[in-house]
């Protein structure tokens, strides 16, 4: 059923075959060490293609059989975030990463790395459950009264749905937080709380302060973000919204929260609590 | 005083659904999952979810009609009450999702915007641009997490389930195993929920995640759960060709008016754009004119099939057909599809504002899945109604209760009590085809009211009185000792060097596996190529007898993983075949060119399938038709062959 075909992609060369260098790691604790594959290229390749070939048949450029390599994936469409990795130094999703553009010549390199901010469970798979904590950290969620059946939400008009569904397409793939020099690896959990949170839950709270119920519990995330490991931890270096896949407007989100932190500690203030 | 407990399988809408339901009744639910539950399959589905709105209503919609749509767009192979009390509720599932914060789009007013859907004339489809499943997951994720940090849910993410524990004939646990450090243990709980999707890895590529293996009902099949309608598989006529997978392309890009078009000349050399308006051949247009471009998707897909394969039709002469919505404005069009049209311009490289989109069908649904049962509710005629005419005034309100009973125990229960199965996996309400925006509906249908099923179940039922948690530890111990056995058979002998065999490699295994379900299982069927089927299916469970890995590792072994479900989904994938060889006719997605005729007196019924021994056999079963009578579905075709023309309907 899969005949149909694409146009290939203007000067990738037919029947060519790339190298792809790989790190890996036979889980945590051990090092790390390269190895190379030389990947015949069917039309319409992707990295996961790719990997998915090695997979069946692993055998090095010079040789060697070895294990199949380990990664994460799920939707193969860009929507879910699992195949997040860093793809010639760096991150994206590897699915939608073509071959005929990243490696359009014969002889052509393509370096797969895991994520360095996460740890790695074995080679290009690491554990993201930090990020997913951290969207707890801020309470990223509506607190409705629960499922009966109470009638309709509120109404919102175009122009704000189309913010807000802006924001509501992060799918936690975690690119932001690899790109970012204030997010760093921390594997122990005792410490989450008090490390910096990341963009990507810093825009969450933007998300769910501006929701008509969300509101009700904007105090308690501003309290979050103003503690240790929150906004003023944010560098500013600006990497974040350059590598988000779904262009998610990151650094807005982050001066939108550092306004609301900011009246929030005023009004503490004048409150005396 | 003992603490009930219920687990989840799968985390995708149903399971979340029913997680966020169970735990609000105030039973703590153990949540497993393959992957971080918010990256399940779900947030691939694109279009929309169907359901009765003001809008509709006030020109003449209806729940009613709703439900008349499903029945008919399933070709009268539902038990009929469910559907009817999944469209009843549907409009307050809508406003559920509303309050949870799920960015519907919206009118110049600010009201919930709708479009146009396959199998509707009216508009009826809500949708969040063009991720509306992404949307929908992640605004019960976020309810989900919220009850995990009150400490109602708990999540298993990266944890596989094995087997159901069974014992006194009701399930009261799983086998499970962390996908990570590879432990497998036994977990107690005094009702599990199946919510594990489909199989679209049977046939290789579809548009499925690569976790939609299957492998979960599989396994459930194997320890005696049966198994309905295997063979209703749903292909989507609309799809993005790829190395990997085939890439959805959502119908929503024809309910928004895209329109799908071949040249006229076979192998017309032309770019589309340099091709008139009077060369081109609309033939969906030319052949339904009432629905044209949103007939239903097995429709779609075997006039796709047709022109291309049969006609030699397809653009450039080969397997693909023009989606074309460059008559639209640019700017409309990413307001209402942007998500999909991003998609093809990633993949393809071509901007579908602009440029035709090349497409062509592929395996997308699984109508059948694990048999369940309900409890009929209040509505019920003397005698079954004519086909509902569109527009008209319904013959019922849409109370709570008309079609299944609130509350009652066996609602989406298995045949073992205590087994529950929601959602895709869940064989109940698509009948023998689904139509596009329904399955998130029965996702979250599914979750809400039979989550309630579940807790009366627990309350009132076995066990109430006799829990999980103290029961002896025989049966859990005795399904850990059957999975780790089958995990050392697995690893034995594995090292590198093992996958240059192809006979015994797993990956080779699974993809024969995919191309042959492929080519004898989807659009067109016959006796002749399933019978090859089977026997190609006997050569590769002969061979995965044999099968050997390359990787012997005793932490995070996904060829491990991956050689485990290829044994699952070829039990799956033997009882498709045998359903397809056994329906001797031709019903929605079932289509054999041997038996074209829909055949009522003799298969206007559920195929269950059972697996015992080593063996699977498949009978057929009446269904509960007594709510609409079987009509031809025809969809108003125009010429002389009516699309699935009926014998006379059966008196039922």
Redesign the interface.
Known sequence: ???????V?RNAKVGRHVFFRILRC??PGKPSQWQEFRIPI?????V??CL?QI?????TTDG?????V?WD??????????CTMVINGKVRQS??C?IDEYAPNEGDVITLEPMSKFPV??DL?V???RL?HN??RV??????D??Y?????P????A???T??VL??C??CGCCLEACPQFNLEPDSANWDTAFIGAHAISQARL?ND?P??RELKDERLDALMGEGGINDCGNAQNCVKVCPKHIPLTESIAVIGRQTTMHAIAQFFRGR | MSQHRVIVVGGGLAGLAAA??IA?GGTPVDLFSV??V????S??AQGGINACNEVARQQGYSEYEHFDETIYGGDFLADQHPVLEMANWAP?I???L????V??????????DLRLFGGSLFKRTHF??A?TG??LI??LD??V??Y??EGKVHKY?FWEFLWPVIEDGRCVGIAAQDM?TMQIRAFRADAVVMATGGCGLVFG?STN???CTGAAAARCFRAGVWYGNPEMIQ?HPTA?????????MSESARGEGGRVWVPRKAKDPRAPKDIPESERWYFLEEKYPAYGNIVPRDIATREIFDVCVNQGM?VYG???VYLDLTHKDPDYLT?KLG?ILE?YE?????DPRFTPM??????HYSMGGLWTTYTKGSYNPHTALTKHKSGSPAPIDAKVGQGMQLGAPNNSMTNVPGLYAFGEVNFAYHGANRLGANALLSCIFDG?FCGVSVLNYIKNEAPGKNPADALPAGAYDAVVAQETAKMKRLLEGAK??N??DPST?P??IG?ELGDEM?AAC??VRTESRLRQCQAKLAELRERFARVRL??N?G??N??FG?ARSIGDMLILAEAIALGALERKESRGAHYRSDFEQRDDANYMKTTLARHQGDATTVEFVPIDASLILPTARTYGKKDSSPTRPAKEPAAV
């Not at chain 1, 059923?1 to 146009?7: E, F, Q, Y």
């Not at chain 1, 309470?139 to 409705?144: D, L, M, N, Q, T």
């Not at chain 2, 090349?358 to 395996?363: L, M």
């Open positions: 059923m899969s005949t149909a075909t694409a146009p992609r036979e889980g069917p039309e319409n390749a992707n996961i293609s998915q997979a069946a048949n692993p055998v060697q059989t070895v294990t199949p380990v994936a799920g939707c193969l469409e860009e929507v879910c975030g699992a699915c939608s073509l469970v074995r798979w554990d993201r459950s997913f969207l707890a309470k990223a969620w509506v607190p409705i629960g499922t059946d109470l009638g309709a939400g109404k919102e008009t175009p704000s749905q189309a807000h569904y509501s397409t799918m936690s769910f929701h119920t969300g | 966020v339901r609000e992957v971080p918010k990256r399940s399959h947030v691939c307050r809508i406003d559920l509303d309050r949870m914060g960015p519907f789009n919206r009118t110049g007013e600010g009201y919930r969040a641009g991720t992404q949307q992640y605004a976020e309810q997490r919220r995990a940090s993410e990570r590529k995640s690569v976790i292909v993005i060709p790829g190395a990997d997978k085939l890439r959805l397809g080969e397997n693909q307001r998500g998609i990633k993949f393809v490289g071509e090349k497409i062509f069908p592929a395996v809400l590198p060097g996958a240059a490699n990956y080779v993809k492929t989807t659009v390359a990787d590792a932490w995070t996904q060829a991956y």
